[in-house]
């Protein structure tokens, strides 16, 4: 039996992104769980952020943002960038958290973040409060140490332990284990007509 | 020390989202990884799908659709919407999903995911072959099984068991444990001058 809850913003689960705009000199950043991948043509990323957020701002500066996932590790720095406010807090030096120049956009990247993403603004459409920003995907970073294979690009999901957000219990999680291959658990529905 | 991997489509890690289209009689599904919550003024859904979807086709007639949230267990079912097609396969008839009427919009929910969100179709944005649709949500639906507490609205984690996708990798895994509760963990982080 299904119970109607009304109009709430979930879905389940969330990333966990350390967002940053400005400038390696004076960087912004932001704990989003609202963001993903939404085209490949070009490889694109959108985000809502609060109009009234300072990162906003600071994106607004260069153009350009930083996605930054944290391992869970690093969880209490995470959720810091997310609870204060950077117009009263250098969030930065409070949490021992380091940016470093990436390689396309004027943003800087998270040093302490094992995977990065830099990308430029392509456009803004306001939703209520909010804006949804979105980012033309224009290079990726790893660490080396969470690389499969040091001369791949794939990334090990172990060695990099990304956070995820649970909405409405307010909780992070790690990764559990793997359940299935995309692209081929399916396979046993499929009939032999359709092939 | 850092590697540049290029500007590939990856974040992690997604969600997996039964997305539907058309109507109770006439229904079209697909897998979606690349979709997120954006904003709450009003609760708005974001979500990438390429231009030449049969499922965008079918949004498109009722302007409207729903987000279904499958448990761990239908991960082959979750997978054959992925990877089949639905101008040559009936997806509902060959995996065994069914559908039922919503409250709110015409394109049906998924009676077997535990968790069903209603959107109406607010804005369509171009990016290449992708087309980002926005959808506002209308109302969100939850088995009772699911629940912490019947005559609560929060969504046990372990009940709902949803799956999490992995780019590139191209796998589905479970969330894994708890690792801090949000708006908590980074208190720590947090200067006495500051509140």
């Not at 600071?58 to 930083?66: D, G, L, P, V």
């Not at 803004?124 to 804006?131: A, L, Q, T």
């Amino acid at each position: 039996m299904k119970k109607r809850l009304g109009p709430a913003e979930r879905l389940y689960p969330m990333p966990c992104a350390l967002v940053v705009g400005g400038t390696l000199e004076k960087p912004a950043g932001l704990a989003v769980a609202w963001i993903n991948v939404v085209s490949s043509t070009p490889p694109t990323i959108a985000m809502g952020l609060r109009e009234s957020r300072n990162t906003l701002a600071a994106i607004r500066e260069t153009n350009s943002f930083t996605v930054n996932i944290p391992s869970a590790a690093r969880v209490d720095e995470f959720d810091f960038f997310g609870l204060s406010n950077g117009a009263k807090t250098d969030k930065f030096a409070e949490s021992g958290l380091s940016v470093a120049r990436g390689a396309m956009v004027e943003a800087p990247i998270v040093v302490e973040c094992p995977f990065n993403i830099e990308c430029r603004v392509i456009q803004e459409v306001p939703i209520g409060s909010y804006r949804l920003v979105l980012g033309e995907i224009v290079e990726t970073h790893a660490d080396v140490s969470i690389l499969k294979e040091p001369e791949g690009d794939l990334v090990n999901m172990e060695l990099l332990d990304p956070l995820v957000y649970i909405a409405g219990m307010r909780e992070y999680r790690r990764l559990g284990e793997k359940v299935a291959d995309a692209y081929t658990a399916g396979k046993r529905f499929v009939s032999p007509d359709a092939q």
